[in-house]
Nanobody, 118 residues
Framework: QVQLVESGGGLVQPGGSLRLSCVFSGSIFSFYVMGWYRQAPGKQRESVATITLGGSADYADSVKGRFTISRDHGKRTVYLEMNWLKPEDTGVYFC????????????WGQGTQVTVSS
């Protein structure tokens, strides 16, 4: 069973930076597309960034140029580097692992809170 454990959230001022980490266990890391999603209070969960097995990244328009997703196969960890944070980036950030084309192989972490406020 895949397990995902996020860390790195916290309170930061507008314009600040945070780095989120997600450690993967329970299966073969390189089989999975990894992603970060977020959910703000009263809103639906939305995709922030995803990264394929080969390292190709895709970003939501709202975070392009400010966030960077990366993965370390040796550490079985995916990162989200967040710079120039805005109050609208506030939410619970969830790590996601999905094996393309294989039903029933989507997993979520427990989430980590990010609050951007002065």
């Amino acid at each position: 069973q895949v397990q995902l454990v996020e860390s790195g959230g916290g309170l930061v001022q507008p314009g600040g930076s945070l780095r989120l980490s997600c450690v993967f266990s329970g299966s073969i890391f390189s089989f999975y597309v990894m992603g970060w999603y977020r959910q703000a209070p009263g809103k639906q969960r939305e995709s922030v960034a995803t990264i394929t097995l080969g390292g190709s990244a895709d970003y939501a328009d709202s975070v392009k140029g400010r966030f960077t997703i990366s993965r370390d196969h040796g550490k079985r960890t995916v990162y989200l580097e967040m710079n120039w944070l805005k109050p609208e980036d506030t939410g619970v950030y969830f790590c996601n692992a999905a094996r393309t084309g294989v039903p029933g192989t989507t997993y979520w972490g427990q989430g980590t809170q990010v609050t951007v406020s002065s």
